[in-house]
């Protein structure tokens, strides 16, 4: 997985919650470099970006998770993943309009609560099997 966003929220809940759930955090990303660095130094992630791009570029990732991003960026970053091919977990809101991502068809998961994290596989799969969102 690729964590988009170093901040306390990607680094007090979603790193440390993906990791206990068994995810394997391949990279995290931040717009501050040197954030980046420090929690991927600090969580044992082996690679830090500056340009989410790179990240989602990367072939070993197949999820982007937590797009933890100032909002004007949560469209964009969850897009550019979805169109590499990998599946995305945004936080909210994805997006400021509607016909931002009006048209997209996506597969969507609404977490609640960051404590929901040990729940997506089972949530991806449910989603997936119905085609309707699902919320934890």
């Known amino acids: 997985a690729g964590v988009l966003g170093c901040g306390e929220i990607g680094r007090r809940g ?51 998770s937590s797009v933890c991003l100032p909002n004007a960026l949560h469209a964009p970053a969850t897009l550019a993943a979805r169109e590499a091919g990998k599946h995305a977990l945004c936080e909210k809101p994805i997006a400021a309009f509607v016909s931002t991502i009006r048209g997209e068809n996506s597969l969507v998961v609404r977490l609640q609560k960051a404590p929901a994290a040990p729940k997506i596989p089972e949530l991806i799969q449910k989603s997936a099997a119905s085609g309707q969102e699902v919320a934890a």
């Open 14 to 64: 979603h790193i440390p919650g993906y990791q206990a759930a068994g995810v394997q955090v391949v990279a995290v990303c931040d717009t501050n470099l040197d954030r980046a660095r420090k929690v991927a130094a600090e969580f044992n992630v082996p690679h830090a970006y500056a340009d989410y791009h790179e990240l989602i570029a990367r072939p070993d990732i197949d999820i982007i």
